[in-house]
């Protein structure tokens, strides 16, 4: 198929919409991690995942989540993805 211009912007604005979903769920995140809620919080960087796989922070407050529920083989998968991710991801 090809991509038109209008086409192109759907897709631009696809990609900004998805962006500021994992921001949202990531600040959701945070906030249940901050009130204790390791759960609710694993879910939401789950999701952030989901949508922007290469962002190294939410891989990493996952992983200390997960150490919070003494999921210990879960956070250091979390935590070496983390690192694996390249420097120039931004997460």
Same mark, same amino acid.
């Given at each position: 198929?090809?991509?038109? @211009?209008? %086409? /192109?912007? +759907?897709?631009?604005? %696809?990609? &900004?919409?998805?962006? /500021?979903?994992?921001?949202?769920? @990531?600040?959701?995140?945070?906030?249940? @991690?901050? @009130?204790?809620?390791? =759960?609710?919080? !694993?879910?939401?960087?789950?999701?952030? !995942? +989901?949508?922007?796989?290469?962002?190294?922070?939410?891989?990493?407050? /996952?992983?200390?989540?997960?150490? =919070?529920?003494?999921? &210990? !083989?879960?956070?250091?998968?979390?935590?070496?993805?983390?690192? +694996?991710?390249?420097?120039? &991801?931004?997460?």
């Amino acid at each position: 198929m090809k991509k038109t @211009f209008f %086409s /192109r912007i +759907e897709l631009g604005k %696809s990609c &900004s919409e998805d962006k /500021r979903k994992a921001q949202v769920y @990531f600040n959701q995140g945070n906030e249940k @991690f901050y @009130f204790k809620d390791y =759960h609710g919080a !694993i879910a939401d960087y789950t999701k952030v !995942i +989901e949508i922007d796989p290469k962002n190294t922070m939410a891989y990493y407050y /996952r992983g200390c989540a997960k150490i =919070h529920l003494q999921d &210990s !083989i879960g956070a250091i998968e979390d935590l070496n993805k983390a690192v +694996e991710i390249p420097l120039t &991801s931004k997460g």
